[in-house]
């Protein structure tokens, strides 16, 4: 195959969005690094909440921000938009599946500095089977021999891929 | 969008602080990075090593050309959009015959498609093509029976020089006479026109490759051998009749390039300095000139045309979408 893929928190992220989009990642196939919207989503990751930055590599996961509240261990994770809020709370319960397999208890904020809005996300039993579905099919996705066929969605127009899959 | 830097005086080109910095004996110019896709080189420029980490860092290419307006070759910095996958695929696609051969009639197709729509529009315009049109027309016939990319370069070379013998009656100057396809060098103005024409839309094409996934050194029309580039080549036929050849028509027929922007070298002539800026200019306007899209329901420049169509390219690579050529409706 391609490559032993697991999947990461960015491909559950884009299958949440893509599934298409999940089968070029997963070949490096990378999109257009000119397109606007990427590279403020670069900017605001490297930018926001630089006082309590601390990005955290733990195996195959990069956790944006980690932070202790009383007891509690709280990991962050930057977004530009509550567009897709979907894709951002399943990476985050992703997140926090991956920390407790390793022994850590946290929950999890979900953090758009635009909007100035937070979203609290703890790991429940239905997040955890829903990961467990995804996982699942992100394999499938990753396995094919050519990709999902191009759809069009609410999510193309602001896309790094618009230009590949509409040409 | 990004922009194309041209250079054509002498002097020095360096890097200052995090913005490029180019000092002549006229004077100093910031050229500033960000807003900067590729370098045309044409004046005698000296660079330095701290100046290519600098491109390679900005993902910006250079391209470099003699004093008589010949292409040199370019400064690719390392790929920055790296896909083993991608490449994999394409050597697929050079090494089977069969999957070569149909991606190298593609290209064929689209310069013979494009070259008719040129030559249909000036047909309405009044211009006597018909007879080129018809042999045109027969020469193609034979396209579909091809079996080897060889006969499909001797099949377009035929289309081409029909097609280039019709530019008389296009321009209709006497000052800019067809005569035969003469190259290296060439031997008449409107053989130098068409040799610098394609030089740069060549080197156009490759620095959109550079911003794609694919390896400017597997070509499939253009046998590659492993060394120069080439699938800028195979891209580029698709796009000479609407690009660079439109841009001949447009600066002969207004009478904006003329036979003094031409010098005799040595066994042929060459445009002179004068004559690159003003062809330069007008290739770069009609870059950047746009149109609308209609997959993508936008308007794109005929430059982001280019990528467009390497994109369908990977597409067709990765078993996603057969590759058909852009064929202007206009």
Not at chain 2, 189 to 195: D, G, K, V
């Amino acid at each position: 195959m391609v490559n032993s893929m697991h999947p990461t928190g960015t491909l559950i992220w884009y299958y949440y969005i893509c599934p298409r989009e999940v089968w070029l990642m997963s070949r490096q196939l990378t999109p257009w690094q000119e397109n606007p919207f990427i590279e403020i989503g670069r900017l605001l990751s490297e930018e926001a909440y630089k006082r309590e930055r601390k990005e955290i590599h733990l195996e195959n996961i990069v956790i944006d921000l980690l932070k202790t509240e009383g007891e509690n261990v709280v990991i962050g994770e930057v977004k530009k938009s509550s567009r897709f809020e979907k894709s951002a709370r399943m990476q985050l319960a992703f997140y926090l599946w991956r920390l407790k397999q390793l022994g850590i208890e946290a929950t999890g904020q979900l953090l758009f500095p635009k909007e100035k809005k937070k979203i609290i996300v703890t790991l429940t039993k239905e997040l955890k089977a829903e990961l467990i579905e995804a996982q699942a099919q992100i394999k499938e996705i990753i396995k094919m021999e050519i990709p999902p066929q191009a759809q069009k969605t609410k999510f193309c127009s602001k896309c790094g891929y618009q230009e590949f899959c509409w040409s | 969008m990004k922009r194309t830097i041209y250079i054509f005086s002498d002097g020095e080109l360096k890097r200052k602080g995090n913005t490029l910095y180019f000092e002549t004996e006229e004077g100093k110019k910031y050229i500033p990075v960000e807003n900067t896709s590729e370098l045309f080189i044409f004046g005698e420029v000296s660079i330095n090593k701290r100046l290519l980490e600098f491109l390679t860092e900005s993902e910006i290419i250079m391209h470099f050309f003699n004093y008589y307006g010949y292409y040199v070759g370019s400064y690719y910095p390392r790929q920055h959009l790296n896909s083993g996958y991608m490449i994999l695929k394409q050597a697929e696609h050079y090494l089977d015959p069969s999957k070569r051969l149909i991606l190298a009639r593609k290209f064929v197709e689209g310069a013979v498609e494009n070259i008719k729509k040129v030559l249909a529009y000036y047909k309405n315009r009044g211009k006597q093509l018909e007879k080129y049109i018809q042999k045109i027309e027969s020469i193609s016939q034979s396209l579909q029976s091809c079996k080897d990319t060889e006969g499909l370069m001797a099949i377009e070379g035929n289309i081409r020089e029909q097609y280039y013998y019709a530019f008389d009656r296009i321009l209709d100057n006497e000052h800019f006479i067809f005569e035969g396809r003469t190259r290296r060098p060439p031997k008449n103005r409107l053989n130098a026109l068409i040799s610098f024409a394609n030089s740069i839309l060549y080197t156009v094409c490759l620095s959109e490759i550079y911003h794609t996934h694919l390896d400017p050194r597997i070509g499939f029309l253009h046998t590659t051998n492993f060394r120069r580039f080439s699938l800028n080549l195979d891209v580029a036929e698709v796009f000479k009749p609407i690009i660079a050849d439109r841009v001949i028509f447009t600066l002969v027929n207004k009478g904006i390039i003329k036979p003094q922007h031409f010098e005799q070298k040595l066994d042929g002539i060459v445009l002179n300095e004068k004559g690159r800026e003003v062809f330069v200019r007008e290739m770069d306007e009609r870059l950047k000139a746009t149109f609308e899209h209609r997959g993508l329901g936008r308007h794109v420049s005929y430059r982001q045309l280019i990528r467009l169509e390497l994109y369908k390219i990977e597409k067709h690579l990765i078993g996603d979408e057969e590759y058909r050529p852009f064929i202007t409706s206009w």
